[in-house]
């Protein structure tokens, strides 16, 4: 079963604009992580963030956790044609270590 | 970074015969793998968790008949898909957790490549 829900579903955004993915999710987590996945590719693991943290950055990339709404976000800034890709959060919960998806953020740069 | 290897990338198989898939990490050992299936322009689903010297753990709702699931050694866990039928073609997405860039529940997972099975 899925986590939860991402939003947007899609995306589209000019180059070097900043994109801003959101990920809500039911259950208490040990960590979120999220992924990004070119079309018809494996994932490529982004960023981990931890329950006990609420911000990090990684490069272009900033993600931020809310326990209590059960809510991240992941901002890439200054976007690139390269960026294009659908990106997934994934919730790990306490005393296991699978990896439940959310439904994805289609995300495309217009050159 | 650790690496994933999926093998093969895409195959196509007749109605009725088997499909095996190959998940190999390639420069550290996995003692836990684990096999998704997603559907065109869908999230991935979890299918099973592939557990090194032990029997796979398989989601509620997934056949254990029909996906097949060995992990016979530290560092290749393979997926049969068994008597497969045009409903079992999707993308199907090994991955591996590497312990030593975190503690068990606290990494990051490595994927591979995924394969494309088509079913005719």
């Known amino acids: 079963s899925q986590q939860g829900e991402e939003d947007p579903q899609a995306l589209s955004i000019q180059e070097g604009e900043n994109a801003t993915m959101n990920c809500s999710y039911k259950?208490?987590?040990?960590?979120l992580q999220w992924y990004r996945q070119n079309s018809g590719r494996g994932l490529v693991h982004l960023i981990l963030?931890?329950?006990?943290?609420r911000e990090k950055h990684s490069g272009r990339l900033r993600v931020t956790l809310d326990t209590s709404k059960k809510s991240s976000s992941l901002l890439i800034t200054a976007s690139r044609a390269a960026d294009t890709a659908s990106y997934f959060c994934?919730?790990?919960?306490?005393?296991?270590?699978?990896?439940?998806f959310g439904t994805g953020t289609r995300l495309t740069i217009i050159p | 970074g650790a690496v994933v290897s999926q093998h093969p990338s895409w195959v196509i198989c007749k109605s009725g015969t088997s499909v095996k898939i190959e998940c190999r990490s390639l420069?550290?050992?996995?003692?836990?793998m684990f096999w998704y299936r997603q559907f065109p322009k869908q999230s991935l689903m979890l299918m099973a968790t592939?557990?090194?010297?032990?029997?796979?753990?398989?989601e509620q709702g997934v056949e254990k008949d029909k996906f097949l699931i060995n992990h016979a050694s530290l560092t290749l866990s393979t997926l049969t898909v068994t008597s497969a039928h045009p409903e079992d073609s999707s993308f199907y997405i090994c991955?591996?957790?590497?312990?030593?860039?975190?503690?068990?529940?606290?990494?990051?997972?490595?994927f591979g490549q995924g394969t494309r099975l088509t079913v005719v």
């Open positions: 420069d550290f050992q996995a003692t836990t």
């Open positions: 963030i931890r329950s006990n943290e």
């Open positions: 259950t208490s987590i040990n960590n």
């Open positions: 994934a919730t790990v919960p306490f005393g296991n270590e699978k990896l439940t």
């Open positions: 991955s591996a957790p590497n312990y030593r860039t975190g503690s068990r529940g606290n990494t990051e997972a490595f």
């Open positions: 592939s557990n090194e010297g032990s029997k796979a753990t398989y």
